[in-house]
T-cell receptor
Framework: SQTIHQWPATLVQPVGSPLSLECTVEGTSNPNLYWYRQAAGRGLQLLFYSVGIGQISSEVPQNLSASRPQDRQFILSSKKLLLSDSGFYLC?????????FGQGTRLTVV | GEDVEQSLFLSVREGDSSVINCTYTDSSSTYLYWYKQEPGAGLQLLTYIFSNMDMKQDQRLTVLLNKKDKHLSLRIADTQTGDSAIYFCAESNSGYALNFGKGTSLLVTP
């Protein structure tokens, strides 16, 4: 079965520092991969999705970027974090029909 | 994007049935999903239904779909305290990322 590994689980970073969140997938090849952000109001906002290596689509303009250097690896990055980047970040991958999620990263920018 | 709407809170007594409702606007939705999120964790797929079905039952869970009204519901029979969580309704139009509602917080009281 498909498994999403995401790390770290929690992260506290100062404003202006860089960010790198990593997500890897097991149990499938050539998955579609996604980064979601869950803000305080609990809504899930799609940030990026990728249908293959090097293919990234951005849903919203923001301070973040994503990369997919390998088929099963998806990375969320920032060069300089803002306070508004705080939130809960979820990596997801799609199986035949549904999406499977990682356990999430709680990012606090201070 | 298309809208998915849910009520934000639901409180039920242990042993009663819970019904969580969801409406969506995309008439071309192919799959509809229910995800469960426990505190600080990722989303866990509970069940999903194809848009050409009107009901799906899986142990204590029953999903009803009224495609004409674009209304989806999740019924949890014999609700337990361990069912307390946030429940997300989501829809997708095959091959694309899921579009989520804001989630319904279910509180089960003894």
């Amino acid at each position: 079965s498909q498994t999403i590994h995401q790390w770290p689980a929690t992260l506290v970073q100062p404003v202006g520092s860089p960010l790198s969140l990593e997500c890897t997938v097991e149990g499938t090849s050539n998955p579609n991969l996604y980064w979601y952000r869950q803000a305080a109001g609990r809504g899930l906002q799609l940030l990026f999705y990728s249908v293959g290596i090097g293919q990234i689509s951005s849903e919203v303009p923001q301070n973040l970027s994503a990369s997919r250097p390998q088929d099963r690896q998806f990375i969320l990055s920032s060069k300089k974090l803002l306070l508004s980047d705080s939130g809960f970040y979820l990596c997801a991958g799609t199986g035949e029909t549904e999406a499977f999620f990682g356990q999430g990263t709680r990012l606090t920018v201070v | 994007g298309e809208d998915v709407e849910q009520s934000l809170f639901l409180s039920v007594r242990e042993g009663d049935s819970s019904v969580i409702n969801c409406t969506y606007t995309d008439s071309s939705s192919t799959y509809l999903y229910w995800y469960k999120q426990e505190p600080g964790a990722g989303l866990q797929l509970l069940t999903y239904i194809f848009s050409n079905m009107d009901m799906k039952q899986d142990q204590r869970l029953t999903v009803l779909l009224n495609k004409k009204d674009k209304h989806l519901s999740l019924r949890i029979a014999d609700t337990q305290t361990g069912d307390s969580a946030i429940y997300f309704c989501a829809e997708s139009n095959s091959g694309y990322a899921l579009n989520f509602g804001k989630g319904t917080s279910l509180l089960v009281t003894p």
